[in-house]
């Protein structure tokens, strides 16, 4: 299936507000339902729910098509409030949110900016009092933070509800490696040592590693390798918020929008995929360590071909917040499905002085214990590899097979 190019035109966007069937109040969806809750006289309208199948599309397809697509500057449409006649600007990067004059929920359309649409979502599953207890629990339970940040938590967070771009990535991959693999053998070496301050001679196990040459080949089918498209949070935050349950992505509807935050992806498509084929990379690795077999194993040089490559473009929903401790920032999520709060976090020093000095007095007690029973004396060292970084192959998109 191919992905669906439209003219782009930066200057308009259609803005979309959600009126109550009952009384007309403009409406905002309920976390966790199917429906719009009217917070005016409490009508829940139901949305419909589409019935378009939820598509992978091709992606080199889609790379060819949006080179040859002209690029537009990214200049924020003006969005029109139908409730107040305002006419205003969302920041660049988001397509939802509120009018800044009236505070009405209003949801843009995307074709206008982006060359491609989300095609399909998961709605906010748990509500913002849901999530501040998420957050709430998490920090509480958080080692060596500042009992000031622990109080500072159970008063009134503000979380603000965004839906965030990612990509997913499905590809069947075919790889061809050499390396070598190591083997572990042990060797008698006789060896001068102190013994109660006198030297004799004794008897050791010296291992050792055999390395024989190796090649072959090793294939994965990768399904739904997911990659935020946000800048708004850092990358291991995002990547930290998995799982999602994917297999529950219905199609787009900006009903679930209304009364949210929505960001259009700011990490292009191809660099998407960059960042996807190092989660593939890394699992590749270890299929060909695994191949290899040994106690040991280097890899030389990876080869890797892509074929079937498939892309969709989502949206999934995030609670977020960021809370100040000693005029430094620190920003935290929740899942807006599971509750799995990440976020960044304060350290309490004294906390840690006190943990390492006791762990110190642990150690030297184990150790002191040990050197008196005799049991360090005749410990086998056993080797170390490094293992090389693997070899990345600079992605040739039109290598790709299909
Ligand atoms: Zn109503
Ligand atoms: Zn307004």
Redesign the pocket.
Request: aromatic share 14%; net charge negative; charged share 15%.
């Given at each position: 299936m191919s992905a669906v190019f439209k003219a782009l035109n930066p200057k308009s966007a259609n803005a979309l507000q959600f009126p109550c069937r009952q009384c007309g109040a403009v409406l905002k969806y309920a976390p966790g339902t199917t429906h719009l809750l009217c917070e005016h006289c409490g009508t829940e309208n139901v949305i419909e729910l589409r019935s378009e199948k939820i598509a992978e599309y091709d992606l080199r397809q889609a790379l060819q098509q949006l080179a040859e697509t002209p690029t537009t500057t990214a200049a924020a449409p003006t969005i029109h409030?139908?409730?107040?006649?305002?006419g205003?600007q969302f920041e660049a990067k988001n397509h939802a949110g509120e009018?800044?004059?009236?505070?009405?929920p209003?949801v843009a359309t995307t074709g206008q900016i982006k060359p491609i649409q989300p095609k399909s979502l998961l709605p906010f599953g748990i509500d913002q009092a849901n999530a501040r207890q998420r957050f709430q629990q998490w920090i509480t339970g958080l080692w060596f933070a500042p009992n000031a940040v622990k109080k500072y938590a159970r008063s009134d967070t503000k979380l603000s509800g965004v839906y965030l771009p990612f990509w997913t990535f499905d590809s069947h991959t075919a790889t061809t490696y050499s390396g070598e693999r190591g083997d572990v053998y042990y060797v008698q070496e006789r060896v001068q040592v102190v013994r109660n301050n006198r030297l004799v001679t004794e008897t050791r196990q010296v291992p050792k590693i055999r390395w024989t040459p190796v090649s072959g080949r090793v294939q994965r089918f990768f399904d739904d390798v997911l990659v935020g498209a946000s800048n708004s949070l850092p990358r291991k935050i995002l990547d930290a918020l998995q799982p999602w349950d994917l297999h529950n992505l219905i199609p787009y509807d900006e009903n679930y929008l209304s009364g949210f935050r929505s960001e259009y992806y700011q990490v292009e498509l191809a660099d998407g995929f960059d960042l996807a084929r190092q989660v593939m990379d890394n699992q590749i690795y270890a299929d060909i360590c695994r191949d290899i077999g040994g106690d040991h194993q280097r890899i030389h040089q990876v080869n890797t071909q892509h074929s079937g490559t498939t892309y969709k473009h989502c949206l999934l929903p995030v609670w977020s917040a960021a809370f100040r401790y000693r005029d430094k920032s620190y920003r935290f999520v929740v899942n807006g499905r599971t509750g799995k709060v990440q976020g960044e976090r304060p350290y309490s020093p004294w906390k840690i002085v006190f943990a390492c000095v006791a762990a110190l007095l642990l150690a030297a007690g184990a150790y002191y214990y040990l050197e008196q029973s005799g049991a360090l004396d005749n410990q086998q060292t056993h080797p170390v590899t490094i293992q090389p970084y693997p070899y990345r192959q600079p992605l040739d998109y039109n290598s790709f097979q299909n």
């Open positions: 409030c139908e409730e107040c006649g305002a205003f009018c800044p004059f009236c505070g009405t209003i």
